[in-house]
């Protein structure tokens, strides 16, 4: 059995969010908003980074055929420039909330910082993603539409091997910036190449 709590409030109508991408230096921002049925478990579910990529996968339809409602949104790089990634990440969660086919009563939110959606009440609860089903379920869904999509992108720019590294500042990835440069899927406002202390001797 599951060993997470369903829900943090009373609420039947209670959605989990929880966004992906918040630490890349390429793609987008993305969040999901799910809302699970009362009596839904499952024994992989949990903290999407706790789980192997075929786990996701196999969770990534279920999840989108039992959910009572979900969404996925994305934040793209020139719109974290302009808002910042903070910002960013809690407008990925609106819009995804934004798609929900059924208003939720009350929002349960990764993390410890979130912006007021509309008038429903909101808890952020911190590593959430860990703790609460329906957090855990959105956190699988930001991750898994995240990755395919920078999969796509991977086609088109096969040097970055955002296949493998997703956008994340990995060796391999930012050793690309440095040969190749950045490209219009970067974040431009991040430090793409770490600052390199320059002394004289």
């Known amino acids: 059995m599951c060993a997470l709590i369903p829900r943090i409030s009373k609420f039947k109508l209670e959605a989990g969010c929880d966004e992906a991408g918040r630490g890349c230096l390429a793609g987008p921002v993305v969040a999901a908003a799910v809302i ?17 990529e075929k786990q996701r996968m196999i969770l990534k339809p279920i999840i989108e055929e039992v959910a009572l409602a979900w969404a996925v949104a994305f934040v793209d790089p020139r719109e974290i420039e302009e808002i910042n990634i903070r910002n960013a990440s809690f407008l ?54 995240r990755d395919i999509y920078m ?24 050793s690309a910036i440095k040969e190749k440069g950045a490209c219009e899927h970067h974040r431009m406002t991040f430090a793409l190449l770490p600052k390199q202390l320059e002394l004289d001797f």
């Open 36 to 52: 699970l049925p009362e009596n839904f478990s499952h024994e992989l579910l949990n903290d999407s980074k706790q789980l192997s």
């Open 92 to 145: 990925a969660m609106h819009r995804a909330l934004d798609q929900l086919k059924i208003r939720p009563q009350f929002i349960a939110i990764d993390g410890n910082a979130f912006k007021k959606y509309q008038d429903v009440a909101h808890e952020c609860v911190i590593k959430g993603d860990g703790k609460v089903m329906n957090i855990a379920a959105a956190s699988i869904l930001a991750k898994t539409y």
């Open 151 to 174: 999969e796509k992108l991977h086609e088109d720019f096969p040097h970055y091997n955002w296949k493998k590294n997703k956008g994340y500042p990995t060796a391999d990835h930012r």
